[in-house]
């Protein structure tokens, strides 16, 4: 049996009745969520407003932050953006794992790392190119201590 493909939790197919449905919200709120920023669908050639799954989810946790937290807009859009950003360094610091797994024990000795988190390896004695940005160096070493 051939294994079924995987939905794309991110693709915008939802009109707004269906979302509004979906979330269990008037389809003004909907609107209105989406001038305030906290759930921004995309739009179709005819600006439609198409939502994802994703979006609904966020839009029922709104719900949820607003009805049974009470939760005010302005902290609904604060947490959403700090779990955001949670995601962004969480599938940042994955990256730099995967690419550390890839690296053969010599490499693992000595890195570094930019500011997007990309990662290069350095022989013995070489020195990190500097960037345009901060003249900052880390040096991490494991199980050493101050």
């Known amino acids: 049996m051939a294994p079924s493909p995987r939905l794309d939790d991110r693709a915008p197919v939802f009109a707004i009745s269906v979302a509004?449905?979906?979330s269990g919200m008037h389809p003004q709120t909907l609107r209105q969520y989406d001038r305030l920023g906290l759930v921004v669908p995309q739009r179709t050639r005819g600006r439609g407003r198409r939502y994802s799954a994703r979006d609904v989810m966020r839009l029922r946790e709104i719900q949820a932050l607003s009805q049974d937290?009470?939760?005010n807009l302005a902290g609904i859009k604060r947490i959403?953006?700090?779990q955001d950003e949670v995601q962004t360094l969480q599938d940042q610091l994955q990256r730099v794992r995967e690419t550390l797994e890839s690296m053969s024990p010599a490499q693992?000795?000595?890195f570094t790392a930019d500011r997007d988190g990309e990662i290069s390896a350095l022989r013995r004695g070489e020195r990190?190119?500097?960037s345009s940005g901060s003249g900052a160096l880390v040096v991490w070493r494991p199980g050493h201590r101050r």
Request: charged share 40%.
């Open 108 to 110: 693992r000795r000595v």
């Open 80 to 82: 959403l953006e700090l």
């Open 69 to 71: 937290q009470g939760v």
């Open 128 to 130: 990190p190119r500097r």
């Open 20 to 22: 509004a449905e979906l």
